[in-house]
Structures are given as structure tokens and as C-alpha cells.
């Protein structure tokens, strides 16, 4: 680590700045493209709207066997089966207990 570059605190300042204006510029991209899509979504077409017709065309794909439209209606009505690892190592376990000791007597 010694070919790190100590900052000032003016340089910190600076760098700090330019990544608050960017994060403001890509937040209010993200906010453009949601309302653009919530608007595309609400255009009528001839059997409703943009938002029903993918719908319908979602529920076709799932009822002819497509795995993955079978999915993403799952997980948006909200039934995504909870995914979880359990991971047993007894040495590892005393660790954390350990710092987790310490931590509370803090």
C-alpha cells in the first residue's frame, strides 16, 4: 500500500463533490426512464394497453412451457421460493461468536 497517494483534504473535498454530482445526474437518469417506461406502459392499443398486452403475452409464454415466464409471474405475484445457504464450520462459528462477544461489551 505504500504506492497509494495520500490526499489532501481539499483534493478529498473535490473528488467527493464530483461523485455527489454524478450520483444526482445518474439518479434523475433512472428517474427518466421510469417515467418514460410507466408512460410507454399506459399507451392504448387495440386490445388495452402496452401493460395488458405484455401481460397476455407473458401468461401465453408461461402456458406453452417457457420456464423462465413462468418465473418472473411468480416472483411478481410475490411466491419466489426464499433461497438460502447454510454454511457449517464449527471453527468458523467460534470466531464470530467470539467478535460478536466482543462487539457487545463495547
Known amino acids: 500500500m505504500s504506492n497509494l497517494k495520500k490526499l489532501t483534504s481539499e483534493e478529498a473535498r473535490i473528488n467527493g463533490s464530483k461523485g455527489g454530482k ?9 428517474k427518466l426512464l421510469k417515467e418514460l417506461l ?4 399506459e399507451k392504448e392499443t387495440k386490445t388495452g394497453n402496452v401493460a395488458v398486452d405484455i401481460t397476455t403475452a407473458l401468461i401465453k409464454r408461461a ?14 405475484l410475490g ?11 464449527p471453527q468458523a ?3 464470530l461468536e ?3 462477544k466482543q462487539l457487545k461489551k463495547k
Do not use: H
Not at 22 to 30: A, D, F, H, I, N
Not at 68 to 76: L, N
Open 98 to 100: 467470539s467478535i460478536n
Open 22 to 30: 454524478k450520483s444526482v445526474e445518474v439518479r434523475r437518469q433512472k
Open 79 to 89: 411466491q419466489k421460493p426464499v433461497e438460502s445457504v447454510k454454511i457449517e464450520n
Open 63 to 76: 402456458k406453452d412451457g417457457n420456464i423462465k415466464a413462468y418465473e418472473v409471474i411468480r416472483d411478481t
Open 93 to 95: 462459528t467460534k470466531v
Open 38 to 41: 410507466e408512460e410507454a406502459l
